[in-house]
């Protein structure tokens, strides 16, 4: 059973414009929710995280908004630049991450 | 301030042999954690532990060892090595607190079993 899910394994967008990574999960108890970035050849980059009692947490191009009641959290990267093209992961939990498959975002130059 | 240091970076194991993947931290964080990655999957939890002498088993925990004797260290034990543990491992550290969260990965261990 698979807590965290991305269903897109990839997305590309154009340069400067928005990019919007999706990801849901099903346990209502995980207490914090995190993105990371990872590039090949390297661990998981930290990039935002937000805890489960907001709904909103902005950092610099990265916005992730979490909607509790349909639990699902979504990063916003805008705008989108080509250093961004990685692979995304969305995580959840708290001393132990559970982590989605991960979204492969490609941006277009 | 090293981080999460994991070492080897890579190694080639023959099935049957043991070995012990280091991991190390200099952040004094409670949490240490190992992940593993396979392709088209996400990181997968192994072993995870709260704090010296406290580890639990994740969600792929089968065919690996942990102990956690001090803060600073998580080494990961594979007795007897199989060809489905080839994988790209993670180890973390991480805190909790009421007003924040902290997250750190080592760089990995690319393992492949033979």
């Known amino acids: 059973d698979q807590q965290v899910k991305q269903n897109s394994p990839s997305l590309s967008v154009q340069e400067g414009r928005i990019s919007i990574l999706n990801c849901d999960y099903t346990?209502?108890?995980?207490?914090?929710f995190l993105w990371y970035k990872k590039y090949p050849a390297e661990g998981p980059t930290f990039l935002i995280s937000?805890?489960?009692?907001?709904d909103k947490n902005e950092d610099g191009r990265f916005t992730v908004f979490l909607n509790k009641s349909a639990k699902h959290l979504s990063l916003h990267i805008v705008p989108s630049q080509p250093g961004d093209s990685a692979v995304y992961f969305c995580?959840?939990?708290?001393?132990?991450?559970?982590f989605g498959t991960g979204t492969r975002l490609t941006i277009i130059p | 301030n090293a981080g999460v240091t994991q070492t080897p970076k890579f190694q080639v194991l023959k099935t049957g042999q043991s070995m012990t993947l280091q991991c190390a931290q200099d952040?004094?964080?409670?949490?240490m954690s190992w992940y593993r990655q396979d392709p088209g999957m996400g990181l997968r939890l192994i072993h995870y532990?709260?704090?010296?002498?406290?580890?639990d088993q994740g969600e792929v925990p089968n065919g690996y060892n942990v102990s956690r004797s001090t803060t600073e260290d998580f080494p990961l034990r594979l007795l007897s090595a199989a060809p489905s543990q080839t994988s790209v491992y993670f180890c973390?550290?991480?805190?909790?607190?009421?007003?924040?969260?902290?997250?750190?990965f080592g760089s990995g261990t690319r393992l492949t079993v033979v």
């Open positions: 973390a550290s991480s805190y909790v607190s009421a007003a924040n969260y902290g997250y750190t």
């Open positions: 346990n209502s108890m995980f207490d914090y």
């Open positions: 937000i805890s489960s009692i907001k």
């Open positions: 995580a959840a939990g708290s001393e132990k991450l559970t």
């Open positions: 952040m004094n964080h409670e949490y």
């Open positions: 532990s709260v704090g010296a002498g406290i580890t």
